[in-house]
Every structure is written in structure tokens, then in C-alpha cells.
């Protein structure tokens, strides 16, 4: 729920505005100049706090939209065929998402139907599956994931 706010926005001259100006001047220290940042021994910690459960007719919805999806359609259809990564004059003429997919040809395996993306964390001893969202599903995917006591808080801590 959106709240509302009770306040007047004022115009204010540009020599008005030389806090904000100083702010976005300043100087960057040292360890940043090269681009570079030592990170020292920080332990960052990751874990999941709620894993989404799909229903049967949730995944037969999305099986059902990647089917109907123009940029999932070619991949699933190659995929489903078991060929070989296809060459990249096939897939230069199709929309921009589809040779996205494409390049990720390595990572993407058909699960119960659904297409997939296997992801491993960076010491590669963890892999996951990630769903292949269909662009008109992805309202559906943000609700779920927005609703509920979670509230799209994934667990980074």
C-alpha cells in the first residue's frame, strides 16, 4: 500500500543548490582512484529464507506461456529436438532475448517441461535452478515474490 505524503515542492535557483552541487564533487579517496577496492577479511554471509513451492497447475501455467513465448519458443522447440547448439547465423535473425538464451545455451535444460537456467554460486560446490520466466508471466513472478511475510526480502544478511 502506497502512502501519502503532504509536502510542497519549491523551486529553488541553481546558486541555491551549492550543498547538493558540493556533495556531488567530491573527491574519491585514494583505494578508488585506480578502481580498484580491497575488500579485507569481511565475511558476507547468504542464505535463503523462503524457497517458492509451485503448484502443479502454476508450473503447467508457465510450461504452457513458454510455450506461447516468442523469444522461449525457438530455444524450447531446439532444445526439445536434442540438437546441438544451434550455429549463430540461425539465431542472429531472431529478437535480441532469444540469442540472449542463446548465449546461455550451456545452462539452460528442460525440467518437467519447463525451461531452466542452472545456476552455481561463484566456488561452483551449489547449483539451482532458476525458471525461465515468460515475459508475460513476469507480473505473476513479482506478486508472488512481493507478497507474503517475505515481502521479496530473499534473505541477503
Given at each position: 500500500?502506497?502512502?501519502?505524503?503532504?509536502?510542497?515542492?519549491?523551486?529553488?535557483?541553481?546558486?541555491?543548490?551549492?550543498?547538493?552541487?558540493?556533495?556531488?564533487?567530491?573527491?574519491?579517496?585514494?583505494?578508488?582512484?585506480?578502481?580498484?577496492?580491497?575488500?579485507?577479511?569481511?565475511?558476507?554471509?547468504?542464505?535463503?529464507?523462503?524457497?517458492?513451492?509451485?503448484?502443479?497447475?502454476?508450473?503447467?501455467?508457465?510450461?504452457?506461456?513458454?510455450?506461447?513465448?516468442?523469444?522461449?519458443?525457438?530455444?524450447?522447440?531446439?532444445?526439445?529436438?536434442?540438437?546441438?547448439?544451434?550455429?549463430?547465423?540461425?539465431?542472429s535473425v531472431i529478437s535480441s532475448a532469444t540469442k540472449?538464451?542463446?548465449?546461455?545455451?550451456?545452462?539452460?535444460?528442460?525440467?518437467?517441461?519447463?525451461?531452466?537456467?542452472?545456476?552455481?554460486?561463484?566456488?561452483?560446490?551449489?547449483?539451482?535452478?532458476?525458471?525461465?520466466?515468460?515475459?508475460?508471466?513476469?507480473?505473476?513472478?513479482?506478486?508472488?515474490?512481493?507478497?507474503?511475510?517475505?515481502?521479496?526480502?530473499?534473505?541477503?544478511?
Amino acid at each position: 500500500m502506497h502512502q501519502k505524503y503532504d509536502f510542497v515542492i519549491e523551486n529553488r535557483s541553481g546558486k541555491s543548490h551549492g550543498n547538493a552541487d558540493t556533495y556531488s564533487r567530491r573527491p574519491c579517496p585514494e583505494i578508488y582512484k585506480d578502481r580498484t577496492r580491497q575488500e579485507g577479511n569481511k565475511v558476507v554471509s547468504v542464505r535463503i529464507l523462503r524457497t517458492v513451492y509451485l503448484s502443479k497447475e502454476w508450473k503447467d501455467s508457465i510450461k504452457h506461456t513458454q510455450q506461447e513465448d516468442l523469444d522461449i519458443k525457438p530455444i524450447l522447440e531446439w532444445m526439445k529436438a536434442s540438437a546441438p547448439k544451434p550455429k549463430w547465423s540461425d539465431v542472429s535473425v531472431i529478437s535480441s532475448a532469444t540469442k540472449s538464451y542463446w548465449a546461455q545455451w550451456n545452462r539452460l535444460l528442460i525440467e518437467d517441461g519447463v525451461l531452466c537456467r542452472k545456476w552455481e554460486n561463484g566456488r561452483g560446490d551449489s547449483c539451482h535452478l532458476q525458471m525461465v520466466v515468460p515475459k508475460a508471466k513476469v507480473p505473476d513472478v513479482l506478486q508472488l515474490y512481493h507478497n507474503g511475510c517475505s515481502g521479496a526480502r530473499l534473505g541477503v544478511k
